[in-house]
């Protein structure tokens, strides 16, 4: 239900707010594993550290991204549309300044897209009668993309339609993406209708009428997110919204919004795009053959390298193909065939290995019945929870770096080569001074993740 | 020079022994790195469990063929020609009674053949009398091939010829062997003449001449070998020679002997011969696609896996390729590209990461600049040298099993959860009752393999 009185109450507080950066909502992604093994369950493709920057350290799509939308406007208010598991890495990676709007389950764009806008409006007090531009965070894109973005924004200022798509102008005829038909070939024009995902015969078909792919990107005022919000759901405000988030229907925006909107516009966009969805579109996006350790001998013709791992990896005498090993697992691929990988990694069963959290990282050493031996890098100035588990004893050797452990309550320095055992049952954390590293070994016959226990840490026992 | 003495005070010894089971010498060559990351410096290829055996189990090439030669002699008399590197891995594969004649130092095959004479004579009391069949320890053959060596040895009895020398009907013009070229086609000829390696044509020419492969296979009276060793090196006994054997040259016995002989024999094989040297005639014969954890798509076409790693390999649309991964590395090659492998490998600088030891076997599992973190499993019933280290601390977690750790020459009994902690300085081993793995820390600026200083451990200690 649409709640007017809301409304018009929040909007006299933003009147006096400039209308000068652009706004943009990103939209995270979940997990997938069509990029496995640097993509599983914790770890979205998004985040992967894969293009090589011009000071010679790598990025991830999302730090690509930001960067480049800070390049077109250095203070764009920009907020990530996510879910809990990716804040930790998210904030490694863009830091702490960034806007996170958090989804607290999955449930699809459009509950997502309603709690990002009164994230604006209610955390972050931006008028209603701004535009704001929505998009995903994962396309591999030149910095004229954000230029249209900014051109789309504008669009949307001009109240001309109630939403305006950005058409990007399709390259080939693509089976992956749904079509927008506009009415004319103008730069701007009224949608005449979608289409969705085609077969090739179709998408040409499609092309020849002047068809643009549907990228999911879109311009619109923030009162018309509000709007769309109130008239589906029924929620006061910001808190309120994420308060009943869980019992919120998935329902995407397309089909929620998009499809049954009359007053709607299309923009086209004819720069670089590009879906890194696979490997094999992933691989074309990458500048060098080789990330991480690896060589190719002079007959492999095509063959991309992309290494996590510690040892070398050796390609001879390939053709078109991808390979890449992590902490989970070793893909070996041709670039055709790994579009079809979701199934076979569906059916491979393997604990997770590697993590980044917001204290740090782990890194999984190695596994046995009843032992588990864990590499543990905490940043400095941060800590774990402090907490116990019931079923496993643990041993902490201290590696590198200082700080303090807290064990039931009692504090102790610590530096390289220092060992704290905990008995189950025992509470405990570390908190680093600088950059600590500990191998953590975890004794018992029922290992689990689950099995722990958090508590608060009295002021006293993190600062005596 | 020759010592005519030390022979004949010898031979009154042996004349009392029964002749009767085959004696073998199986030379188990070098470290190699064609079949890299399975074989490195420490661990050749004759090591790699890859052929599946009846009862599921897999087992090495140097287990492989000790058994079919059991199959076909129960009672024969083996003796393995080896350096000092191999001696624990062999003892770990194929128990304590096998006979060893350790090299020293590599010294190629004519000072290795002279010191397996001298070692068979003088530490096993066989007599000089007797015949010895000399063989590579890596030959994939099937169980008539050592039916063969018996006939090899029962010719050499006869006494027709001083050597008999194994020829092996060619299979095809390979450019990998010499070729023995014999006087007739008889099943046993005399040798007419020897050829190096040759190109394709000239092997098609040899071939039309009824040319053999010379696979380094021959039989002969041991008396024989102690001439030929006295004939080249001043020695008076198996001691003496070993005491003195780093100051030899390295010759082939090829080129001292074989090359020069005027009575010599070829006896013909036609069975299987395969000589698993690249991963291309490796994975020939393997009777399986996957060793270890491995997935082949239905798009992939004559694709070996060997993972020796616990994660997963996925390998998709390839074909004739050969994917084999280890702590030291990955390889992802063409099976015909693997043949080139070497010069690649030894471009790569990479510490050893896995080894089998005497006591049981370690495997590196984190390097950092100040720390190393490595798993160490004991066999039941071993221990570790008692030794320290001056620049490291090292800690201790023992994860299962139990036993007795010595620090300083006090003694404690251990079991999981037990933490050791041993300053730079301390002497420490570990003696496992059951088998026994921990997990230890090194923790020194500078960690290095060639830091330990080793000590007798007294009898008290190891009881008490």
């Given at each position: 239900m649409y709640h007017g009185n809301a409304r018009s109450k929040l909007k006299s507080i933003y009147d006096s707010r400039e209308v000068e950066h652009m706004n943009i909502i990103l939209l995270s992604g979940g997990s997938g594993k069509r990029l496995w093994p640097l993509s599983n369950d914790i770890r979205s493709k998004q985040f992967i550290k894969i293009f090589k920057t011009q000071d010679g350290a790598y990025e991830s799509m999302v730090q690509r991204v930001f960067r480049q939308i800070k390049k077109t406007d250095e203070d764009a208010?920009?907020?990530?549309?996510?879910?809990?598991?990716?804040?930790?890495?998210?904030?490694?990676?863009?830091?702490?300044?960034?806007?996170?709007?958090?989804?607290?389950?999955?449930?699809?764009?459009?509950?997502?897209?309603a709690l990002a806008a009164a994230y604006l409006t209610d955390e972050r007090h931006i008028s209603p009668e701004e535009s704001v531009v929505i998009c995903p965070v994962d396309p591999y894109v030149e910095d004229s993309y954000f230029e249209a973005l900014k051109a789309l924004e504008k669009q949307a200022d001009k109240g001309e339609a109630n939403l305006v798509l950005m058409g990007i102008t399709p390259t080939y005829p693509s089976e992956k993406y749904g079509y927008i038909i506009p009415e004319s070939s103008l730069d701007v024009s009224n949608v005449k209708t979608f289409k969705e995902k085609p077969d090739v015969e179709t998408a040409k078909k499609y092309i020849a009428q002047g068809a643009l792919w549907n990228g999911g990107v879109f311009a619109c005022k923030l009162s018309y997110l509000l709007d769309k919000a109130h008239g589906l759901i029924d929620f006061t405000d910001y808190e309120d919204l994420y308060a009943g988030y869980e019992a919120l229907n998935k329902i995407s925006f397309d089909y929620a919004v998009v499809e049954k909107e009359e007053k709607i516009q299309v923009m086209r966009f004819g720069g670089q795009w590009k879906d890194l969805g696979t490997w094999n579109t992933l691989t074309e996006a990458m500048e060098e053959k080789v990330v991480g350790k690896g060589i190719l001998n002079d007959q492999c013709h095509d063959v991309h390298i992309v290494n996590e791992m510690d040892v070398p990896i050796l390609a001879m005498g390939l053709r078109d193909v991808v390979i890449s090993a992590s902490p989970e697992g070793i893909l070996v691929s041709d670039k055709e065939q790994s579009s079809y990988i979701k199934p076979y990694v569906d059916g491979i069963e393997q604990q997770i290995m590697f993590a980044e959290k917001s204290w740090g990282s782990f890194h999984?050493?190695?596994?046995?019945?009843?032992?588990?031996?864990?590499?543990?890098?905490?940043?400095?100035?941060?800590?774990?929870?402090?907490?116990?588990?019931?079923?496993?004893?643990?041993?902490?050797?201290?590696?590198?770096?200082?700080?303090?452990?807290?064990v039931d309550g009692m504090?102790?320095?610590?530096?390289?080569?220092?060992?704290?055992?905990?008995?189950?049952?025992?509470?405990?954390?570390?908190?680093?001074?600088?950059?600590?590293?500990?191998?953590?070994?975890?004794?018992?016959?029922?290992?689990?993740?689950?099995?722990?226990?958090?508590?608060?840490?009295?002021?006293?026992?993190?600062?005596?």
């Open positions: 208010n920009i907020t990530i549309a996510t879910s809990k598991t990716q804040v930790s890495t998210i904030h490694n990676q863009l830091g702490d300044s960034v806007g996170i709007s958090v989804e607290p389950f999955r449930r699809d764009t459009f509950p997502a897209i999984v050493l190695d596994v046995e019945n009843e032992s588990m031996t864990i590499k543990v890098t905490l940043n400095a100035g941060h800590s774990m929870n402090y907490h116990s588990h019931r079923n496993r004893d643990e041993v902490w050797v201290v590696i590198s770096g200082c700080g303090k452990t807290i504090t102790q320095s610590v530096t390289a080569g220092d060992v704290i055992t905990m008995s189950a049952g025992c509470r405990h954390t570390v908190l680093a001074d600088t950059e600590l590293k500990l191998i953590e070994v975890q004794l018992g016959s029922d290992i689990s993740v689950h099995d722990k226990q958090k508590y608060a840490l009295e002021y006293d026992a993190v600062t005596s």
